[in-house]
């Protein structure tokens, strides 16, 4: 199995999508890119508009070769409702929009859901299934919500199996604090994990109790599956100081043997948190006066 996370917060954009390659299939997960429109009241540099287009070339470019193109939820960071013909001859197993969803994310989805039909092979309802294709196995979860609460949705996380060895998207769990968002994955007992990780930039609205809830489960995963890859991404690394927001990750992560990276640090590649780094970009930073 190989995994090359295409594009992510880490490496300059909005997104978690992912392409895992299989001896019998290529599973394209939650295929787009965007751009946080507002940050420290800013809009995006261009900078980061020059890095958004660069990424979705590059999921154009990957998306060719796939067979298999997943949709956890319906905020465009996960999904393009401009590019319908990507799904061309794909298979597209999608989040269900007429349940365990919201208002938006149902009319999102159901629009969406529309649009691809005239050119995917086959269009189907993910939450809760098992997929076969050879020896190459794509389960979801049941749906479960969009961070602590429904406010936002629900999302479906996805497993792809090929034998013995497993990987889990997490999609939108924004940390994981939620039991049945955890448990899914310790029932998976993957190698490898990318999860977004908490939404520690907006601490006023996460909160404390959460970021803790969050460390205390990620730690379960490292205590109870045989995990020895984990990718922390999206909402996390929103912050340039993200690193220090999960000290008992880390400490965790050596104890059990489990390599904690970026999606940036897995392909190779140093973080680039544009977004995070806005108000230097656009020279907005305020300089500490120096007294003689």
Not at 5 to 25: F, K, Q, W
Not at 85 to 98: N, Q, Y
Not at 122 to 140: C, H, M, N, Y
Request: net charge positive; glycine share 8%; aromatic share 8%.
């Amino acid at each position: 199995m190989r995994i090359v996370p295409l594009a992510a917060d880490s490496m300059g954009a909005r997104s978690m999508c992912t392409l895992v390659e299989t001896e019998d299939c290529s599973i394209l997960i939650d295929p787009n890119v965007r751009l946080g429109p507002h940050r420290y009241g800013l809009p995006p540099h261009p900078s980061e508009k020059r890095r958004r287009a660069e990424l979705w070339r590059g999921i154009r470019d990957k998306a060719k070769r796939a067979k298999v193109f997943t949709v956890s939820h319906y905020h465009y960071d996960h999904h393009n409702p401009d590019a319908p013909s990507m799904f061309r001859g794909k298979i597209a197993l999608l989040k269900d929009h007429k349940k365990k969803t919201n208002t938006n994310q149902g009319n999102r989805g159901r629009r969406f859901a529309n649009k691809i039909r005239k050119y995917a092979k086959e269009v189907a309802i993910a939450d809760g299934q098992e997929f076969e294709f050879g020896r190459t196995k794509v389960l979801f979860s049941e749906p479960v919500v969009h961070g602590v609460n429904d406010r936002m949705g629900y999302v479906i996380e996805v497993c792809v199996r090929e034998g013995r060895t497993a990987f889990v998207h997490t999609s939108d769990i924004v940390g994981g604090c939620m039991r049945d968002q955890i448990d899914f994955i310790v029932e998976q007992n993957p190698r490898t994990v990318l999860m977004d990780g908490a939404l520690s930039y907006m601490m006023g609205v996460y909160g404390k109790e959460n970021m803790e809830l969050s460390q205390r489960n990620i730690v379960r995963l490292f205590e109870e599956t045989d995990l020895r890859t984990f990718m922390i991404d999206h909402h996390l690394l929103r912050e340039r100081k993200w690193m220090e927001r999960i000290p008992l990750v880390f400490e965790s992560a050596k104890k059990h043997g489990v390599k904690v990276l970026t999606c940036a640090g897995y392909v190779g590649r140093s973080d680039e948190l544009l977004e995070a780094r806005r108000k230097d970009l656009f020279g907005k930073r305020k300089r500490r006066s120096i007294r003689s």
